[in-house]
């Protein structure tokens, strides 16, 4: 029993570092944005009441940019390295549609951007489809077009480090 134990104890900690490192991703990718953008103009998790075309009652954006001077607002939707499909394209781009109509209400006249940041992104059917209505970029992609330095991002940094603090506080 006490291998078992500890297999479900490393099993809960790997799991833990994984859902961890999609977060981590998410806090470079708003980092640069401020460095690119003046950082007040970049949001984290930005909220967005509903469109009222679905029965969501807000819409949330991972990374949010407000370009007051060339009245423009930019949204960003990031998705890990495993993520996957669990809902059918056209809902899917029916909720990226009604993301888009909620931030118009709230920013009338601003140009609407949707961008979807694919970490290790290469082409694959699903996101290429997406990709013919709204940018799907690499994390190599965005670190080109936005100035940002891809060498100090390390997942695989951060997923070390992160078991090694969650194996410490356990012990």
């Keep these: 029993m006490p291998l078992f134990n500890f297999l479900k104890k490393l099993h809960s900690i790997l799991h833990s570092a994984s859902i961890k490192?999609?977060?981590f991703l998410q806090k470079f990718i708003f980092k640069s944005l401020?460095?690119?953008y003046d950082e007040r103009s970049v949001f984290?998790?930005?909220k967005f009441?509903?469109?009222h075309s679905t029965i969501r009652k807000f819409h949330k954006v991972d990374c949010f940019?407000?370009?007051v001077l060339q009245q423009k607002a930019i949204c960003f939707e990031i998705?890990?390295?495993s993520t996957n499909f669990n809902i059918a394209v056209d809902l899917y781009l029916k909720q990226i549609e009604s993301t888009i109509r909620s931030v118009q209400l709230e920013f009338p006249g601003y140009k609407i951007e949707y961008n979807i940041i694919k970490y290790n992104y290469e082409g694959d059917s699903v996101y290429k489809s997406i990709?013919?209505?709204y940018p799907v970029l690499s994390l190599k992609d965005f670190c080109i077009r936005y100035n940002a330095d891809i060498f100090s991002y390390s997942p695989e940094r951060f997923f070390v480090s992160e078991i090694e603090q969650q194996f410490k506080e356990q012990h």
């Design 131 to 133: 990709g013919t209505l």
């Design 44 to 46: 984290y998790e930005r």
């Design 49 to 51: 009441s509903g469109d």
């Design 65 to 67: 940019v407000l370009d």
């Design 79 to 81: 998705r890990g390295e």
């Design 21 to 23: 490192q999609g977060y």
């Design 34 to 36: 401020q460095a690119f």
